[in-house]
């Protein structure tokens, strides 16, 4: 008798890793309109969209000031910026992140110091940063000057225990929300636990622009003054500049598209979230490690991110069943080329390293379908 082994040839679905084109066909003729309204001003450099997009962002998300950048990796430079930090400081951050969270301490000037994230959310551990901080000598603490704390997937989770551990020592925070518009930390706005919070509006974000863009979001005045002046050549008005500074603006169609798409941001996040919840009923009954457990946290799930054994196989055999996935990181950041100079070495952040051997990305975004979840599962041994 022979054994009967069921080889995935037939593509029942075909569901990409995320469906931009499905998000965009029902305000489609809204986005032509506001990128024809920007195009007819030939108002290209911050023109009115911008501000209103500033200002509806700020509200959404529940802070005083939203200032639009160019990109999420020249809004976290310009957070730094804007604290001072730079040539001398200590930033710590985490190795299980993209790898603009660093690029932008790098750029500013200042040394990167890592800490291990946590087994469960994959966040910065609270418990590590503060024996990190401890483990350092009196000089180096000095130096210590910011944390960059990432809401990794779109879970903010731990971030109030690292604003309170920060505040407690000095320390400025600053949060790298990139993956996490709307988030909350219970019915408190992750604005309230930072310094400044910084966003990405890459296409694929839960809010993405047809190109590249970012924000920054602060609650207090004369920062958000500070970050306008850094953003655009340290100018108060068009010839007047007290500060030497950066071309970090925002672009008014970048900034018109995402007003549209800010409206259904809603919709999409909870329809991540029900897809998530579905992921979670039927994964978890064969055993997957589950995200977004703690409900003091509004997990946003930009990605939703499990982890398996034989991670390749499973990769291939989602793939030819059409299903399209993602590794979010395959390469902590201690260990990466670029990084040798820091002398981390393999070992150094153990569940960092093991979360890279493991984790897998699975298809999610606004309009995922249930039957879609469904198949995937199914897919998974």
Known sequence: MYMQVKIYTEVKLKIPFVNLKRMHDPIREEIDRAIKDVVDANNYIMGKQIDEFESHFSQYIGTQSVIGISSGTDALFLALKTLEIGQGDIVITVPHTFIATTEAITMAGARILFVDVDETSYNMSPIKLEALLDSLDKQTLEKVKAVIFVCLYGNPEDLDNIYEICKARNIRLISDAAQAHGAAVEIYSITDYADITSYSFFPGKNLGAFGDAGALAVNDPDMAKAIRMLRNHGRTEKYIHPVEAYNCR??????????????????WNNNRIKAAETYNLLLGKKGYALPGQNKRYKHVFHLYVTRVKRREEVIEKLNV?????GIHYPLPLHLQPAYQHLDYKAGDFPVCEALSKEILSLPIDGTITNEEVEYVCSLLP
């Not at 925002?250 to 919709?267: C, E, F, R």
């Not at 069943?321 to 996935?325: K, Y």
């Open 250 to 267: 925002i672009d008014t169609l970048q900034a018109a598209v995402l007003d549209v798409k800010l409206k259904s941001l809603d919709s």
């Open 321 to 325: 069943a059409g299903v399209s996935t």
